[in-house]
């Protein structure tokens, strides 16, 4: 079992930052892949940001150049960030943790962003 908990949203005037974080805890095996979805109204939920247990990270291309995901490693607890920069009224979603291995997926509860002057 996985447990994931999210924090870091609110609301932000256009052009502000954000940072996002999401700790995973439980059985956390050694290959993962770990990432921010969001799904924005009347849309599909969509990846925004990666990032493997190798590193390798993967980016929306509309959030390249804005955003950075990151990475601590703890005993039995990983936490990643994500960075969000130069933010777009288009950002606005509810944005989601999810962390991936090979026999199973574990999502957080959703954390919302609102970019709005």
């Known amino acids: 079992q996985v447990q994931l908990e999210e924090s870091g949203g609110g609301l932000v005037q256009p052009g502000g930052s954000l940072r996002l974080s999401c700790s995973a805890s439980?059985?956390?095996?050694?290959?993962?892949?770990m990432g921010w979805y969001r799904q924005g109204p009347g849309k599909q939920r969509e990846l925004v940001a990666s990032?493997?247990?190798?590193?390798?990270?993967?980016?929306l291309d509309s959030v390249k150049d804005r955003f950075t995901i990151s990475r601590d490693n703890a005993k039995n607890t990983v936490t990643v960030y994500l960075q969000m920069n130069s933010l777009k009224p288009e950002d606005t979603a509810a944005y989601y943790c999810?962390?991936?291995?090979?026999?199973?997926?574990?999502w957080g509860q959703g954390t919302q962003v609102t970019v709005s002057s």
């Open positions: 990032i493997t247990s190798g590193g390798n990270t993967d980016y």
């Open positions: 439980g059985s956390i095996v050694s290959m993962y892949t």
């Open positions: 999810n962390f991936r291995w090979m026999f199973g997926s574990a």
